[in-house]
């Protein structure tokens, strides 16, 4: 009778297994893993585990259940035992289908999480070592100036296959805050002296073109009061400038790296910024669009 418990045990013990096979095959990833959470188990390690968690549990559903037909053949007579283990092996399969069955693959999932820590836990140590082995060489690269430099090297090497200009490219933009905005200044002497009171005729309209800037000063007593875009000139041929004048115009320090010009190109949502000296004096008028081409090495 002992055995005949044991051996329904053991087969008991057998099905688990074979639901928690089922369990790593069929059930989504993210399933899995809400299944093996409590444990802490990443499904990451299911996955590297995968094959060898397969193979183990075969091994073991054999083993029971050559176990199992040993012990019931023991006990009674060859024949009826493997008659009884059939009849048991079929009930069971009965159970596993009906509500019962719950029960099983209830069992089934908790198998599935102590045999994944336990796999885990028995390849730590070749996980670790492998994460060491597996470790990279340091670049010795430690600040943006080392960038600078291999960039450099880069760029006067022979064989070196990256085009020259995204080599600038990234040298530029690791360099926004060393760079100072007075390398693009439009200066003041540059552009033509309107005025607001200037009418829009043909002498100031060649004075404009010839600038070839999209926005232009307009200045009072030396002092920069508003900004005129440059198309006003082609669509108008008369009126004053004052009433195409833009006079909420935004002022940066000469002093700014291009990286602060830049945060203050999308902070006013301007193309332009007027510059101005320690002194407040204006200077001139910066484009965005020359420091974009400067930065892309695009042509103008």
Known sequence: MLSLIFAIILLVIVLCLI??????????????KRRTDSLSIKIKQLIIFKNQTETSLYIIIAI??????????????????????????????????????????FLGKIFLSLIIKIIYKLNKKKLINKSVSEKKSHTGIYDLNDVDELIERQLTQDDNRILKEDLKRIKNLINLEKYSVSSFIIDKDYYPVIEPKDLITPIIIDDVKKTDRPFLPVTLDGEIVGIVPEEIFVLKNNGHIEDFMDSNIKFISNRFSLLETLSYFINSKKDYLVVQDDYNSYLGLVYLRDIVNWIFVLEV
């Open 19 to 32: 639901s928690t096979i089922k369990l790593i095959n069929y059930l989504p990833e993210r399933e899995i």
């Open 64 to 105: 029971l259940s050559a176990l199992d037909i040993f012990i019931l053949v023991k006990s009674l007579s060859t024949l009826d035992g493997l008659v009884i283990v059939i009849i048991l092996f079929l009930i069971f399969v009965g159970l596993v289908r009906s509500q019962v069955g719950k029960i099983i693959r």
